[in-house]
């Protein structure tokens, strides 16, 4: 009787074990906070950091595709912008960027900077909204894009900086193990 009960159990896929509900990333915002700071020495010397992570401004299909967090600096004494992201990609790896852009203007209510960079050369734009504390993106083709450049390369898309961050929901438990190579 106890061999029938342990295959029925088997059988029909029962476990003792409680059913684990499956995980999402859920942004979660908090309000935007930053300041140009600015020394009044002789040349003026600003700068400004902010973090967050992009949302999509450019309708369905163009959102980031991992969660994101980035973290950007920019100075104007060196007239650079320096952006880090770092997002889980989709086989659960943890992966970071750099990129660093040039600011072609500097006012007291924009910073614009750019870098063009990759493969297929797709232009990136920072727009910093001083007076409404906004951070826009848009990465956009420098160039007409066919073969493996083509596609989502081909067009431009637009994203706001939202401050927060992701969290995994329902929380999960963090354990950490060396994977053999």
């Known amino acids: 009787m106890r061999y029938a009960l342990l295959i029925a159990i088997v059988l029909t896929g029962c476990s003792t074990q409680p059913k684990r509900s499956k995980s999402i990333w859920v942004a979660v915002d908090r309000p935007q906070t930053f300041e140009v700071q600015c020394m009044f020495q002789s040349p ?22 991992s969660p994101d967090v980035v973290s950007i600096f920019c100075g104007s004494d060196d007239k650079k912008c320096v952006m880090t992201e770092a997002s889980v990609n989709g086989a659960g790896n943890l992966e970071t960027d750099y990129s660093e852009f040039d600011v072609s203007l500097w006012t007291g209510d924009q910073v614009i900077a750019t870098t063009i960079g990759g493969l297929c050369e797709i232009g990136n734009q920072i727009t910093v909204d001083i007076p409404n504390k906004t951070v826009m993106r848009r990465t956009y083709p420098t160039k007409p894009q066919t073969g493996i450049c083509g596609g989502a390369f081909s067009q431009t898309n637009t994203y706001v900086l939202h401050t927060g961050y992701w969290q995994l929901r329902p929380m999960v438990e963090k354990t950490f193990s060396s994977v053999p190579q």
């Open 44 to 65: 003026r010397r600003c700068s400004f950091s902010i973090g967050g992570y992009w949302r999509s401004t450019s309708g369905a299909g163009s959102e980031i595709a």
